[in-house]
């Protein structure tokens, strides 16, 4: 008899325990919304429903930074627009300067060039411009200021940490005049390799737009502030020899939003000078402005260039978000069918495994009521 109770009891142990481990099995696929726990409930729907989560969550993943990058390019773009409108309201100014009513009185002349150097520190604050603690036209180096600009406006340093490098590298770019063509101002950089090491960086991420099996077909989201005021992108860049490249860098700086209004700051500085020794040549000084409003109005189109391009990678990742987005709820109900549990059988079940396991305790307390005397008989 004693053998034949203990059987019953490890029996019924065994069974209730099943029931509670079915009764938690019901709560946790009313509360996940799963149908499945493991592989072993139902492999082939379970491994399926695993792919369908692993694209999900990389769905979710390029959702994500999408979003950041984003905000990213539409601050550049802000930027891009902003610095673009400087200019034309230096070319304005130029113009005003360069009017034969104007550019006989030093005083009007100094105060259109004090103007014109205001203008060229506006357009270094907004390269050194931030987006959540980075700096949007620091290219891959997104932790240091990029620029600096001395008061007078003819030495523009950028500041570049390079991957790997413990410490950031210094470039100084300064406008001097070219002593084989008074009057023509050219910029002196300290180290044009590393200048054109910085330009042709990318930041190429897989966010859904292209194939990553090919990084040239991923969006590059970098644009360095060097890119921005010389127009010429890293795409550009990389295409071209390293001497070819670093002449073109030469040009365009030469003739970039900074270097244009600082030639006509350095310019004015001479022609106020002239005026109040009294040997100013007023008509001189007027083609000259005319010469640098010329070359303004196509750094105008440079910048415009990168405006129109940033513009489009917006609209790129507008697009590739709308397809994410829309992937996203696709894959949704994919897994609903795969893993999903069905709300009204997963309450029936719960409430039929509860009902069994309240009856199980009451059988329980009936059971375990045998005392020592029951084993004695």
Same mark, same amino acid.
């Given at each position: 008899?004693?053998?034949?109770?203990?059987?019953?009891?490890?029996?019924?142990? *065994?069974?209730?325990?099943?029931?509670? %481990?079915?009764?938690?099995?019901?709560?946790?696929?009313?509360?996940?919304?799963?149908?499945?726990e493991a592989a072993a409930d139902n492999p082939l729907d379970y491994y399926e429903g695993k792919k369908i989560d692993n694209q999900y969550l990389d769905t979710i993943s390029?959702? %994500?930074?999408?979003?950041?990058?984003k905000n990213r390019l539409y601050e550049q773009e802000l930027g891009a627009r902003s610095i673009q409108d400087t200019l034309s309201k230096a070319k304005l100014k130029v113009?005003?300067?360069?009017?034969?009513?104007?550019?006989?009185?030093?005083?009007?002349?100094?105060?259109?060039?004090?103007?014109?150097?205001?203008?060229?520190? %506006?357009?270094?604050?907004?390269?050194?411009?931030?987006?959540?603690? #980075?700096?949007?036209?620091?290219?891959?180096?997104?932790?240091?200021?990029?620029?600096?600009?001395?008061?007078?406006?003819?030495?523009?340093t950028f500041t570049h940490q390079f991957p790997g490098d413990a410490t950031a590298t210094k470039i100084t770019m300064e406008l001097k005049e070219d002593p084989n063509s008074?009057?023509?101002? *050219?910029?002196?950089?300290?180290?044009?390799?590393?200048?054109?090491?910085?330009?042709?960086?990318?930041?190429?991420?897989?966010?859904?737009?292209?194939?990553?099996?090919?990084?040239?077909? @991923?969006?590059?989201?970098?644009?360095?502030?060097?890119?921005?005021?010389?127009?010429?992108?890293?795409?550009?860049?990389?295409?071209?020899?390293?001497?070819?490249?670093? &002449?073109?860098?030469?040009?365009?700086?030469?003739?970039?939003?900074?270097?244009?209004?600082?030639?006509?700051?350095?310019? +004015?500085?001479?022609?106020?000078?002239?005026?109040?020794?009294?040997?100013?040549? #007023?008509?001189?000084?007027?083609?000259?402005?005319?010469?640098?409003?010329?070359? +303004?109005?196509?750094?105008?189109?440079?910048?415009?260039?990168?405006?129109?391009?940033?513009?489009?990678?917006?609209?790129?990742?507008?697009?590739?978000?709308?397809?994410?987005?829309?992937?996203?709820? @696709?894959?949704?109900?994919?897994?609903?069918?795969?893993?999903?549990?069905?709300?009204?059988?997963?309450?029936?079940?719960?409430?039929?495994?509860?009902? *069994?396991?309240? &009856?199980?305790?009451?059988? &329980?307390?009936?059971?375990?009521? *045998?005392?020592?005397?029951?084993?004695?008989?």
């Amino acid at each position: 008899m004693r053998v034949t109770n203990t059987s019953t009891n490890r029996n019924f142990t *065994s069974g209730i325990n099943d029931v509670h %481990s079915k009764l938690i099995k019901s709560f946790n696929k009313i509360s996940t919304g799963k149908a499945y726990e493991a592989a072993a409930d139902n492999p082939l729907d379970y491994y399926e429903g695993k792919k369908i989560d692993n694209q999900y969550l990389d769905t979710i993943s390029k959702l %994500s930074l999408i979003s950041d990058v984003k905000n990213r390019l539409y601050e550049q773009e802000l930027g891009a627009r902003s610095i673009q409108d400087t200019l034309s309201k230096a070319k304005l100014k130029v113009e005003f300067a360069a009017s034969a009513t104007n550019n006989s009185s030093d005083a009007t002349v100094q105060t259109v060039r004090d103007d014109l150097l205001q203008k060229q520190q %506006s357009i270094v604050n907004e390269l050194n411009a931030q987006f959540q603690n #980075c700096y949007i036209f620091g290219g891959n180096d997104l932790s240091t200021t990029p620029f600096t600009l001395s008061e007078d406006g003819t030495t523009l340093t950028f500041t570049h940490q390079f991957p790997g490098d413990a410490t950031a590298t210094k470039i100084t770019m300064e406008l001097k005049e070219d002593p084989n063509s008074p009057g023509t101002y *050219s910029y002196d950089i300290s180290d044009p390799d590393k200048l054109l090491q910085a330009m042709r960086e990318q930041g190429r991420i897989d966010i859904g737009y292209g194939n990553i099996s090919n990084k040239n077909t @991923l969006l590059d989201t970098y644009t360095g502030g060097i890119n921005l005021l010389t127009g010429l992108n890293s795409d550009t860049l990389n295409a071209m020899s390293d001497a070819d490249a670093k &002449a073109a860098i030469q040009e365009r700086l030469d003739k970039s939003p900074l270097g244009l209004i600082g030639s006509a700051v350095m310019t +004015m500085n001479d022609h106020i000078d002239d005026l109040k020794n009294g040997t100013a040549d #007023c008509s001189a000084f007027s083609e000259k402005m005319g010469e640098v409003m010329e070359e +303004m109005t196509l750094t105008e189109h440079y910048v415009s260039t990168v405006y129109s391009d940033l513009g489009n990678k917006y609209s790129l990742l507008e697009t590739t978000e709308s397809k994410l987005t829309l992937s996203k709820q @696709l894959l949704t109900e994919q897994y609903a069918d795969k893993m999903g549990a069905d709300p009204y059988e997963a309450v029936m079940e719960m409430y039929s495994y509860q009902y *069994s396991y309240s &009856a199980a305790q009451q059988v &329980a307390t009936r059971l375990f009521q *045998s005392s020592l005397f029951d084993f004695m008989r």
